[in-house]
């Protein structure tokens, strides 16, 4: 994932890196921060979005790699939340693009936050978009939240080493 | 309706001058020493505008007041003190005003201040060329978006140009015309890292002006709350540096222990981060004997392993050669440049809001820490030394804490303005507030730390890697939030 802060007030950045912290480890769950865009999978947005800010997350979602979830974190990503206003310049992510993910709190907690990533990688699971991205799964094995499909090769090889050693 | 003026001396005197007269005065103030606080615009009928400087002589602020038409050339107090620029340019952008040099010459400003940065760098390259590099305002290192032009003559920088807009939200604008109560919630959002000083600072403005007087009790719970929250803005620069310097494990440790202090939060209150404790009156919601017991405990524990990481770090030798002699100011760049807070207080020069005689901290045994040489590593043990500072803060006010009541009445009958100071975790803040009829604003206007803090950072980044960029951010406490509010 990789994080793109907008114009916000700092605190759902904060607890997003407190994701990744030891008591609210993320990376168990196989995700990862990266640091450009052509690297990440999901894009993970916080704050309001100010006129100069819309020009940057425009610009970062060029460089990404199609397909890519969005997730929006905070109310001011949501919605706006407190600067909503007539005449005010500032916006939510919706006025950019449309979010896969979003997840409200001002700020939310990390477990919120990590409850936000679950259901992405589900809706990324189910989705037909996302198909070609990942190898089909096996229907022997059993399934779960996180698909991982063996390589048929690697099989065989361990069984033939198996009955080798027998 | 009555126009009141501050009650107890925090905003002592203020007159009216002509625009003529403004540079003698503020020469004046410069040949004896005196600081340059802030700079606040109203607008009075359509067209016509009252501009007032603030300036701190003798621990007090005075005020000078100008009178403009909106086609006036003002002229700009910036090459006498540097610290006005940035102040300067937002109300030239907000309101359509003009500041022109033409007084003290056609040159744009360049402070008078050699030699800030680093000296120790050594440059081993077979050529001598310069390119332009920006440093994105999206970084893997940096929280909120930053962007520097830099000049880089091989890994180190010879000149920095910063591009900032991209966090401004117009705060100022939108609290125009609410009602006093309301703003609260808007003001604790324009940082999150530091909200209780913000909401402080505005809340004892405003009983200040109304002669509200808050039961004893809640002025010990204020304490106790701003202290805690300056550990945790510590320990967030310390892990954020510890990480960037390559010391992870460091980082963990760091904020495993900052996590059992956001446990103390969430229990009295529900929620970690922007809690809303502190409002007009008092103290939102009370602790009892056992909250008393838990936070006196988990401090405790917390102190010792803050001690033993504090050993690890200041003594490894590849964090001391990283942050020894990097990005160095002396006592002259501080009291020119206006610099506050923990990165004044490392160079050696006293700077503390809750060192004054009317703050709240004056019932208990306080002294402002000091270290000399005001490189990055000074810095970085003055944060360590206010933790422990503040811990022995909290466990005087806790033995102290008398019982009663949390919360009084307010009413709201008269208009005026005013000006409170409060110590947040970066420096020193400045709120200053003039409230019209029936209760609701008619004008704020906010200085914050990192405001000040600014055009030195930009200074000291001469001379070092592109490489310590975030480290030398985080020691000196500039928040991006902060800085366009």
């Known amino acids: ?166 | 309706m009555e126009t009141v003026y501050s009650r107890v001396g925090i905003f002592d005197r203020s007159c009216l001058i002509d625009t003529g007269k403004l540079i003698e005065i503020a020469y004046y103030l410069a040949s004896e020493g005196r600081r340059f606080i802030t700079l606040t615009c109203g607008k009075e009928i359509s067209g016509r505008y009252i501009l007032m400087y603030h300036f701190e002589v003798d621990m007090k602020i005075v005020s000078y007041k100008v009178r403009i038409h909106e086609k006036d050339k003002i002229p700009s107090i910036s090459l006498i003190y540097p610290s006005a620029l940035l102040i300067e340019n937002e109300i030239a952008k907000r309101f359509n005003l003009k500041f022109a040099f033409s007084q003290c010459g056609s040159q744009p400003v360049e402070p008078d201040v050699k030699n800030a940065g680093s000296k120790k760098r050594v440059i081993y390259s077979s050529s001598d060329e310069e390119r332009e590099v920006l440093f994105g305002p999206i970084h893997p290192d940096l929280m909120e978006p930053l962007g520097l032009k830099l000049l880089l003559h091989d890994d180190t920088i010879i000149d920095a140009k910063p591009v900032t807009g991209y966090v401004s939200r117009k705060i100022e604008e939108m609290l125009i015309g609410k009602s006093i109560i309301n703003a609260n919630s808007l003001i604790q959002r324009i940082c999150g890292r530091c909200s209780i000083s913000h909401s402080l600072a505005y809340c004892q403005g405003i009983e200040e002006l109304y002669a509200i007087d808050i039961p004893e009790r809640a002025k010990y719970l204020r304490i106790i709350w701003a202290e805690l929250e300056r550990i945790q803005h510590h320990l967030s620069l310390l892990s954020n540096i510890a990480d960037i310097l390559g010391a992870g494990l460091l980082s963990a440790q760091i904020n495993r222990i900052k996590e059992k202090l956001l446990d103390i939060f969430y229990e009295v209150n529900g929620k970690r981060y922007v809690t809303g404790m502190i409002i007009i009156g008092g103290i939102n919601a009370d602790i009892d004997r056992d909250d008393e017991i838990k936070i006196v405990v988990t401090l405790d524990e917390a102190l010792s392993q803050i001690k033993l990481i504090r050993q690890k770090m200041m003594n490894n030798k590849i964090i001391r050669k990283r942050l020894c002699q990097v990005a160095e100011i002396s006592a002259d760049h501080v009291l020119k440049l206006g610099v506050v807070g923990p990165a004044a207080r490392a160079s050696g020069v006293v700077n503390d809001v809750r060192a004054l005689n009317n703050s709240i901290y004056r019932c208990l045994d306080f002294t402002p820490v000091i270290v000399q040489n005001g490189d990055c590593y000074s810095r970085i043990s003055l944060l360590f030394d206010e933790i422990i500072q503040s811990v022995n803060l909290i466990e005087q006010s806790i033995d102290n804490i008398p019982g009663g009541k949390v919360h009084t009445e307010v009413n709201f009958n008269s208009k005026g303005e005013i000006i409170s100071r409060v110590e947040q975790p970066s420096g020193e803040l400045i709120y200053y507030i003039k409230t019209g009829a029936k209760g609701f604003i008619e004008n704020i206007s906010v200085k914050t730390a990192s405001m000040a803090n600014f055009n030195v950072f930009i200074e000291a980044l001469k001379g070092s890697c592109i490489d310590d960029i975030a480290v030398i951010m985080n020691s000196f406490g500039i928040c991006m939030a902060c800085l366009e509010r």
């Open chain 1, 1 to 166: 994932m990789l994080h793109v802060g907008c114009s916000g007030c700092n605190a759902c950045s904060v607890e997003l890196s407190a994701c990744f912290e030891p008591r609210y480890d993320i990376e168990r769950y196989g995700i990862r921060a990266v640091d450009s865009p052509e690297y990440a999978d999901i894009l993970v947005i916080t704050g309001a979005i100010n006129e100069k800010s819309s020009i940057l997350l425009e610009a970062t979602l060029k460089r990404t790699y199609k397909p890519i979830m969005l997730m929006a974190v905070g109310n001011c990503a949501c919605s706006g939340g407190v600067f909503q206003q007539k005449n005010n310049y500032l916006k939510a992510v919706s006025g950019i693009e449309n979010a896969d993910v979003y997840v409200p709190g001002c700020p939310p907690e990390p477990k919120v936050i990590i409850d936000g990533f679950k259901i992405a990688i589900q809706k990324n699971a189910d989705s037909d978009m996302y198909k070609s991205k990942r190898e089909q799964p096996d229907e022997n094995n059993s399934s779960s939240v996180i698909n991982i499909a063996l390589n048929e090769t690697v099989l065989n090889a361990a069984n033939s080493e198996a009955k080798k050693s027998v």
